[in-house]
């Protein structure tokens, strides 16, 4: 504890006297200041214990001394010490009657107590009390790190908030708790989400104040690079003191070196998982559940599927999208219980594999939903499979993501495909180039007005080669029908007896839009 009045008071050596303020005597004295001016206030920072002789104060003059008590209050000093014995041989009544009226502590201090004896004492309390508190964060580091190396980064939570006499809480960088202590605090902490959220977006190290109507919670945020790794938060009924100072910022180191060890730890399953998925995807599943074993054994026993996400086109704002997209799945799956296996493949692609129905699908069909008008990723995911399926999966992934950067979608499930239509897929500038020019030759020939031939075979193939019923379709002849599609053979230099000419011309007319036009 800091030096009071009242620790000054029963200092056996000073003899000082309350006079004034008895209810005052437990305000912390932060420095003893002798001053004889009669307006000592643009020389003070407050907390200040002021010593006065009353040298050129008129300490008689009633409304002079209310005037003067009232400034020192105002500028935050925290008592008045007066001499007696040297300008006056007792407090004077008007000085007496201010600091009574007004609340000020008022100390008489004996001829032969030194205001150098005051300063001294002050001194002296002050420098133990930072000595105590620097020994008391030394033993809290202590602990702490006890804490971290034999039980891990709940054990240093709640070392903490016992430091503290208040509450702590880790987040990871979703804003997810992962550690709270006391328990009571749980709820609270879950609050702080948003406001964690907040931080994350800041450059580490990034801190922020909370108030509350209950306590004052301070964030602070973990790793040691630019970006945020996770937060801790330390609640209590008052701003910390030094001592507990000492133990957040030592909670801070800890919980950050764990934090990093823990990304190097995944790190390395990183890469155990990306042989896993190699071995998967060269058809040697047996060979991948034995590298896997227990760690991503669970996964691979039941349905899965596999996503592929690139970033959209375009240069992303901020952080690269697929980092975010893996941290965010990795926290859904840490939530849930889950395990997902998470494979850069360089800084274009990443591939997830993740447990069908789980929640790491719907926080990806989440993200991509929230992401889709800032264009950040494009995702294609398979159907549900197994290890003996995932080259497939592979395959179906791939052709989802195609379609989904071609439609301008985040997401398309590999299912959209096989129960939708074939015409959507069309829509892309090759296949109609490649359209455009299979027709042109019966386009420039309709255009001579000698006839409708791209009418005439829209209807003919529409009937499937039945004559007499695209005849009557057009309102033409069939032997007129049967002329123009001999007419169409010679044209394009092609047979429609063979089916895939046949199949051929109905996609290029349906990627031009020529059913639809030049109807006779």
């Known amino acids: 504890m800091p030096p009071t009045l009242a620790s000054l008071v029963q200092h056996s050596a000073l003899k000082l006297t309350v006079r004034a303020g008895e209810d005052r005597l437990d305000t912390p004295v932060r420095w003893a200041h002798v001053s004889e001016l009669t307006d000592p206030v643009p020389y003070m920072e407050g907390g200040e214990l002021l010593l006065t002789t009353a040298l050129t104060l008129d300490a008689e003059d009633p409304e002079a001394m209310h005037r003067y008590v009232r400034r020192l209050l105002a500028a935050g000093v925290v008592g008045l010490g007066f001499a007696i014995g040297v300008n ?24 032969r107590t030194p205001f150098l004896a005051i300063s001294k004492a002050v001194s002296a309390a002050i420098a133990a009390d930072q000595y105590r508190a620097v020994t008391a964060g030394f033993e809290a580091q202590r602990e702490l790190t006890r804490a971290a190396l034999a039980e891990g980064p709940d054990a240093v939570v709640a070392r903490l908030a016992a430091h503290v006499d208040g509450w702590a809480a880790l987040y990871d960088t979703s804003g997810t708790v992962l550690a709270v202590s006391p328990e009571w605090a749980a709820r609270r902490a879950a609050r702080l989400t948003p406001d964690v959220e907040r931080l994350r977006e800041r450059p580490a190290p990034a801190s922020a104040v909370v108030g509350g109507t209950d306590d004052r919670v301070e964030l602070q945020s973990l790793g040691s690079g630019r970006r945020v790794r996770g937060a801790l938060a330390v609640g209590t009924g008052a701003p910390l003191g030094t001592a507990e100072r000492y133990a957040v910022h030592s909670a801070i180191a800890l919980l950050t070196l764990t934090t990093e060890r823990s990304r190097s730890l995944q790190a390395a399953e990183g890469r155990l998982g990306a042989a896993v998925l190699r071995m998967m995807l060269s058809g040697q599943p047996d060979h991948a559940r034995a590298v896997a074993g227990d760690l991503y054994g669970g996964l691979l026993d039941a349905p899965f599927r596999l996503l592929i996400a690139e970033p959209a086109t375009g240069e992303p704002e901020g952080e690269a999208p697929l980092p975010v997209l893996a941290e965010a799945l990795e926290s859904a799956a840490a939530r849930a219980g889950e395990t997902v296996l998470a494979v850069p ?40 499979t197994g290890p003996i399926a995932a080259a497939a999966a592979y395959k179906q992934a791939e052709q989802a993501l195609s379609v989904a950067r071609r439609r301008g979608r985040a997401l398309v499930e590999h299912e959209e495909l096989a129960a939708g239509s074939v015409l959507p897929l069309l829509a892309d500038d090759a ?21 409708d031939l791209v009418a005439s075979l829209r209807a003919w193939l529409s009937r499937h080669g039945q ?10 002849h069939r032997h007129t029908l049967r002329y123009r599609m001999r007419r169409v053979e010679e044209i394009l230099g092609r047979s429609l007896d063979d089916p895939d000419v046949r199949m051929e011309l109905w996609l290029a007319l349906k ?3 020529g059913d639809t036009a030049g109807t006779p």
Request: aromatic share 4%.
């Open 88 to 111: 006056y041989e007792d407090i004077p009544e008007a000085l007496l009657d201010a600091a009574r009226a007004e609340g000020l502590p008022l100390l008489e201090v004996p001829r």
């Open 345 to 384: 493949e360089g800084e274009e692609r990443l591939l997830v594999l993740a447990t069908d129905g789980g929640a790491v699908v719907t926080a990806c069909e989440a993200y991509a939903e929230r992401e889709a008008e800032d264009a950040g990723v494009v995702v294609g995911l398979s159907a549900p």
């Open 431 to 451: 296949v109609r180039a490649f359209a455009d020019g299979m027709l042109r030759a019966l386009h420039e020939h309709d255009a001579t007005g000698r006839g």
């Open 467 to 476: 004559w007499d019923a695209a005849a009557a379709d057009l309102g033409v």
């Open 511 to 513: 990627a031009t839009g």
